[in-house]
């Protein structure tokens, strides 16, 4: 018979403790949102779904109509869950509360709701990506959502493509559902995914690649020199997804442009890191690891580097004998 994702974070909810229910059920508002979105996705050609929205973002980005309708599905499902204390999403500029007291709420789940939006009038892969905190009474509630990425109690992301896949880690390894349309339920396709300790891709925008620090093109010299391939797609959430079941390693160096990165810590690369540790990979800023950066603000952004152990030790290395040879 199927597993559902419903039963099986019920298991998962076991192993947390949490009897009352509140994690699977706070679980279960992000796949009605995804499922949400996903139909309109399906139909965005024939829906007035595609395009910009028409106004910017805190982050002075041009909305896709798309993504102001994954936000409001995302506040809607959520919203609606009094486990949940807070939201945070990319497309807000503060957290989102509820005409309900934060003390009752036991969770924080931070998303960007729409990930590779650049991507959705060509109709190629884009994701939800979400991030789960416990609110920590000792702490204010913008101490709570500025935990470092260790203190995670569950991430996971849905790319929206062929297929609908959702991917999530609860801390006790990564797992994958597939969407069946004709019951309208995520459904078990993969426990404990185990990402390769090897892979024959990088994945990273060479068009920056002539304003990286130094070490990151010596590395991807060194990738094309053993023969790497090279991949793509423009949806953090595709290249990771690509990057978790055939190994190798994505990049989002320092840039001119973004000396910071591009990603954001709290909804692109905390989540992913998370995932992607889980899997048996490695998630590094440069040096150390993603998880253990004190966030500052909640749109901060960081270099995001992910991928198999190989890849990313031997990233470390580049990285440190470029450091040592200044
Ligand atoms: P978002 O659509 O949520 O703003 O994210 C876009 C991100 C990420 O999905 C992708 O990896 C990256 O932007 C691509 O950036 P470049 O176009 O600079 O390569
Ligand atoms: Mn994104
Ligand atoms: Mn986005």
Request: glycine share 10%; net charge negative; charged share 20%.
């Amino acid at each position: 018979m199927i597993t559902t994702v419903q039963q099986h974070l019920l298991q998962e909810q076991q192993r947390h403790g949490d009897a009352s229910g509140t994690f699977s059920w706070l679980l279960g508002g992000i796949t009605l949102a995804a499922k949400m979105v996903e139909a309109k996705i399906r139909s965005a050609g024939l829906g007035d779904v595609l395009g910009a929205f028409g106004a910017e973002n805190v982050q002075g980005e041009q909305q896709q109509k798309l993504d102001v309708y994954a936000n409001n599905a995302m506040i809607h499902c959520l919203g609606l869950r009094d486990s949940v204390a807070a939201l945070v999403s990319e497309e807000d500029e503060e957290p989102v509360t509820f005409n309900r007291s934060v003390e009752r709420g036991k969770y924080i789940v931070i998303f960007d709701p729409l990930d590779g939006s650049s991507n959705i009038d060509v109709n190629v892969n884009v994701g939800t990506i979400f991030s789960v905190h416990r609110r920590v009474p000792a702490l204010s509630l913008d101490e709570s959502i500025l935990q470092p990425g260790t203190e995670q109690v569950a991430a996971g992301y849905v790319v929206y493509g062929p297929s609908t896949v959702l991917v999530y880690s609860a801390g006790n390894g990564v797992h994958s559902f597939t969407l069946d349309p004709t019951i309208g339920a995520f459904v078990l396709s993969k426990e404990h995914m185990v990402m390769p300790e090897k892979g024959p891709y990088y994945s990273v925008n060479e068009a920056n690649l002539a304003t990286w620090p130094e070490g990151y093109r010596t590395y991807v010299e060194e990738l094309r020199a053993e023969g790497y391939s090279s991949r793509y797609i423009g949806s953090l959430v595709a290249d990771f997804h690509r990057t978790l079941l055939k190994g190798g390693v994505f990049l989002y160096p320092p840039t001119l442009k973004q000396p910071k990165g591009k990603l954001r810590l709290l909804y692109e690369a905390n989540p992913l890191a998370f995932l992607a540790e889980q899997a048996g990979g490695m998630a590094s800023p440069g040096s150390g690891r993603v998880l253990e950066i004190k966030p500052t603000g909640i749109h901060q952004r960081t270099p995001f580097m992910v991928g198999s152990r190989w890849e990313m030790e031997r990233l470390a290395a580049v990285l440190t004998r470029e450091e040592e040879a200044r």
